[in-house]
């Protein structure tokens, strides 16, 4: 997803001379192109990223779009006040660019889990959340984001990840959920990278001969709540998926609506059960340690129908 | 029962005070910060009354802004990073005709803009709304580097507090301004030397502080903020700074609740509301200092 981002972020600032890059001494490798392409365009903010985000709103305050580049939680825990008081409330037109969202730099331990970021940015208002599924989706959720103005946070995967869609999302319309997969007995709702994890699941399921539909949220927020109570409406259950605290985030966005629209769904949420992920592991390990990957959402997903 | 502006105007010729003149803008400023704050039953008085001849300054001197077209595209750009001084501003703008200065009295009440941390949203003439110590400086960082890469030669000002220095933050932005070679920035800071408990050399020590900034990469200087010729001679330098390719730093050395001889340098009055027999014997102080 990072890679594609970068792409994309390189085409959009060669059409858009106002795109500004920032960084918080991060992106080695996958920045080097944008800074070699637009030098000028290119600030490097060192390690420093609450002057770095009040620096973004006040360069965006000149006419404008400032990225924010940074991995885990130094865009958004770190300077979080400033992303509130300085970009949201201001409605400045700055992006907060998150590479690493969950577990993607497991074995570096919890400091650089970003496993809250979803419950806090949803949150705070006036930032619009994204959370694409895979490459296809970051590619989509990307040009969007950099066309809309206001304060946006967009939370990434790595590198080299797998495509889930089997081809181009085209013609995105924001901020609507995608189907990656028909299904009749059970629905998986899944926001961000985690999307692998759900269509494993609905494969594991389906050689159970039971029918799980697979839907992708690229955007957390707003909701794409027509789409929330569609699924609450056609299903007895549902399973929300997301590489985050169960508190707050994804699964409670989805939790609320349920709860309003008492339609009798029941819905259970997978994800980081209000706690550090302390084993040391991979992304895949620590999902399947704590209960996050295929088997465990299948798992869930069979519980609740019974 | 006269307007807010009839009972503040009062004592001048006809009713009109030269606030073309900064050391009658800095006594409005002080005027009405009294008023404001007694009328809300608010806070920050002392700041109020330190960074008076500051502000004054700017708005009579330094400033290029226009109260008939607030966001004229080349304008300079004044931060109140101390925005508990909020009232500071919100009297300068409206005594230099950004907006009716009838509306002062609707400091912090329910349903006005006026808010009690300096507010831009629905007041004119105020780029950024601020509250939360240290984001100012940055946020003046940010539209530097904007009008850098625009070549153009609007100026920005924010102004911060001492004890706001404490913050990471400023410094990071001090770190990054001087990097960036934003000589057409210069910060000034209402070095009232107290904070909120006590004073600044008893809560975090910042002496040495003009050379601090110096070696972060800034120019500095120290000026008696109180003193509106040296006020304006210091931003007269701070304007030459352009083309240094360092940014400037005005080290305003202020006393906190100045004017108000029970006020200066108390600690109580950063709280602490002027009410009752203390807004009388404050009241009566300021007439007898008006220009």
């Known amino acids: 997803m990072r890679d594609t981002f970068a792409r994309v972020l390189k085409e959009e600032m060669e059409r858009n001379d106002r795109i500004v890059l920032m960084t918080g001494d991060l992106g080695f490798g996958v920045l080097r192109p944008l800074w070699e392409r637009f030098p000028e365009r290119m600030i490097n903010a060192g390690i420093a990223e609450q002057g770095m985000v009040s620096m973004a709103a006040g360069l965006a305050a000149t006419g404008r779009t400032v990225i924010v580049y940074s991995i885990g939680n130094f865009p958004t825990l770190r300077p979080l006040e400033q992303v509130r008081n300085d970009c949201a409330y201001h409605g400045a037109d700055v992006k907060i660019i998150c590479v690493g969202g969950g577990f993607v730099y497991g074995s570096l331990g919890m400091s650089h889990h970003a496993t809250e970021d979803m419950s806090v940015m949803r949150a705070i208002p006036g930032v619009t959340c994204f959370t694409p599924g895979d490459p296809a989706e970051t590619e989509a959720v990307t040009r969007v984001m950099l066309r809309r103005k206001g304060t946006c946070y967009l939370r990434l995967g790595r590198g080299n990840e797998p495509k889930v869609h089997p081809s181009a999302v085209k013609d995105w319309v924001f901020p609507k959920a995608l189907t990656l997969r028909e299904g009749t007995d059970i629905a998986l709702l899944s926001a961000g990278g985690i999307l692998t994890q759900a269509v494993d699941a609905a494969e594991r399921l389906a050689a159970k001969g039971i029918s799980a539909k697979v839907v992708s949220f690229p955007c957390l927020k707003p909701l794409d709540e027509e789409t929330v109570r569609e699924l609450l409406a056609a299903f007895r259950g549902l399973v929300t998926v997301e590489e985050n605290t169960v508190t707050g985030g994804f699964g409670s966005a989805v939790c609320e609506i349920a709860a309003e629209e008492g339609s009798g769904c029941r819905v259970r949420r997978i994800g980081l059960r209000d706690c550090f992920a302390t084993v040391v592991g991979d992304q895949q390990y620590l999902r399947q340690v704590y209960e996050m990957d295929g088997a465990a959402i299948a798992a869930k997903a069979e519980e609740l129908l019974k | ?291």
């Open chain 2, 1 to 291: 029962m006269e307007s807010y502006e009839a009972r503040i105007h009062s004592g001048f010729p006809e009713g009109k005070p030269d606030v073309s003149d900064p050391r009658v803008l800095a006594w409005l400023i002080r005027r009405s910060g009294l008023e404001m704050t007694h009328l809300s039953r608010g806070s920050h008085i002392g700041s109020v009354f330190s960074v008076a001849e500051i502000i004054a300054v700017l708005y009579t001197s330094v400033l290029n802004v226009d109260p008939k077209d607030p966001k004229k595209p080349d304008r300079d750009r004044l931060i109140l990073s101390k925005g508990h001084a909020g009232s500071a501003v919100y009297t300068a703008l409206a005594e230099t005709g950004f907006f009716p200065v009838e509306q002062l009295k609707t400091h912090y009440a329910n349903g006005s803009v006026l808010s009690g941390h300096v507010s831009h949203k629905g007041v004119p003439g105020v780029e950024i709304s601020t509250g939360a110590l240290g984001h100012g400086l940055g946020i003046g960082v940010g539209m530097a580097l904007g009008a850098k890469m625009d070549g153009a030669d609007w100026r920005t000002y924010a102004v911060l507090g001492d004890g706001e220095c404490d913050e990471g933050a400023v410094w990071e932005s001090a770190l990054q301004a001087a990097q960036y070679g934003l000589d057409r920035l210069t910060a000034v800071i209402d070095y009232n030397h107290m904070q909120s408990l006590t004073t600044v050399e008893k809560t975090l020590k910042l002496e040495p502080f003009e050379q601090k900034w110096r070696d972060f990469g800034w120019n500095a200087e120290s000026v008696d903020g109180h003193d509106t010729e040296a006020l304006k001679a210091a931003f007269g330098r701070a304007k030459e700074n352009a083309g240094s390719g360092k940014p400037y730093v005005i080290l305003a050395h202020t006393v906190k609740g100045k004017g108000v001889s029970f006020m200066e340098n108390n600690i109580l009055w950063h709280y602490r509301t002027p009410q009752g027999e203390e807004y009388e014997a404050a009241l009566k102080e300021l007439e007898a200092l008006r220009p």
